[in-house]
């Protein structure tokens, strides 16, 4: 339209500094900047001077939340998560607050628009900015940056999607086993092969699923079937199920999402290729939907309240003795067998 600015238009509104700016102007780690700003005694004075200068020059100012940092306790927790509204994440977020309430803590959740390194930098350095004592990242972090691996240094950090830094801890399914459980079970059934709808590559849990899938379909001397990918809309779930409903040879499907596994099931009915008559589909995730769907959804459960719980656990005692990182703990997932599974017809 003549004479109007469109939203691109617009001067971006500039971000505030935070401590991640400081540290990089003054040549530190982030840490050093947080024992800098919370008078921590072991800050040599030229290094301190240095900060002072960098919080200065920058205009950086903290937060009520994060001056606890200076009596080093802010009771509060951070969550870095993806800005969707997947039932995943959402469950995810849940267990997690519940846990930190019952232990008397907070929680600031922060979400980041997409899963590149820098937007990821930017939600952790909100947090530490805020003061929470330690961060939950509940996204599948497959790429790091220094800016990163210092803010996991200063902060007690836990993954739960199966990613890790040098100093985080990770709580986590066992993603592939997921992958491997849902082809086995398509099998034992007596079908010749498994096709595959994926989620999103650049995601650790759909990469490792697809592997599962994979490496099932290999030890059984099977050559995997093409492979489809969704984005976990229900929308990218049916735009496969058009192409995999019009293939006569497949018997049966494995769903990288129970959202995406509603799609195909409406995209084969569409078609007029019943389930599990027909094809055979299994999701993953067992959300609520899942038993009310026509047919029933047979799916892999993750119990996303407990990988909350545990990551909240987990976090209170990094953060009581940040020197020690244990190792990974391992969930595993349960096949929850409903009506969409069947025998193939002979």
């Not at 099931?265 to 027909?278: C, F, Q, S």
Request: a negative charge; hydrophobic letters at 40%; aromatic letters at 4%.
């Amino acid at each position: 339209m003549t004479g109007t600015a469109s939203k691109q238009d617009e001067p971006a509104t500039p971000r505030a500094p935070g401590m991640t700016d400081v540290a990089r102007l003054a040549g530190v780690s982030a840490q050093t900047v947080s024992r800098t700003l919370s008078g921590h005694p072991n800050v040599q004075a030229a290094t301190r001077a240095k900060v002072l200068a960098a919080v200065e020059q920058l205009g950086y100012r903290r937060n009520n939340a994060a001056r606890a940092l200076s009596s080093g306790r802010s009771r509060t927790l951070g969550v870095v998560t993806l800005r969707i509204g997947f039932y995943s994440r959402t469950a995810i977020a849940v267990g997690i607050e519940a846990a930190a309430a019952a232990a008397g803590y907070a929680v600031n959740t922060v979400t980041t628009p997409s899963l590149d390194a820098s937007a990821i930098e930017e939600s952790m350095s909100r947090l530490a900015d805020q003061g929470v004592e330690g961060i939950v990242l509940a996204v599948p972090l497959i790429e790091s940056n220094r800016a990163i691996d210092e803010l996991t240094r200063s902060l007690p950090t836990i993954t739960i999607d199966g990613s890790r830094t040098e100093s985080t801890e990770v709580v986590a399914i066992d993603q592939a086993e997921i992958g491997r459980i849902a082809t086995q079970h398509l099998l034992d059934l007596g079908h010749e092969t498994v096709w595959h709808v994926a989620g999103p590559q650049r995601w650790l849990d759909a990469a490792s699923r697809s592997q599962g899938w994979r490496e099932t379909l290999s030890q059984t001397g099977l050559q995997p079937p093409p492979e489809l990918t969704g984005d976990w809309s229900p929308a990218s779930g049916y735009q496969a199920g058009l192409i995999l409903g019009r293939i006569p040879e497949v018997t049966s499907v494995f769903v990288a999402s129970d959202e995406m596994a509603f799609g195909v099931i409406r995209a084969l009915d569409e078609l007029g290729r019943r389930v599990p008559d027909d094809i055979s589909v299994v999701g993953v995730d067992d959300i609520s939907l899942a038993a009310y769907c026509s047919p029933a959804l047979t799916t892999v459960a993750q119990p996303f309240a407990d990988m909350g719980r545990l990551a909240v656990e987990h976090l209170l005692r990094y953060i009581a003795k940040p020197d020690t990182v244990p190792p990974i703990e391992t969930i595993e997932p349960q096949l929850v067998v409903r009506a969409s599974t069947a025998a193939p017809r002979r």
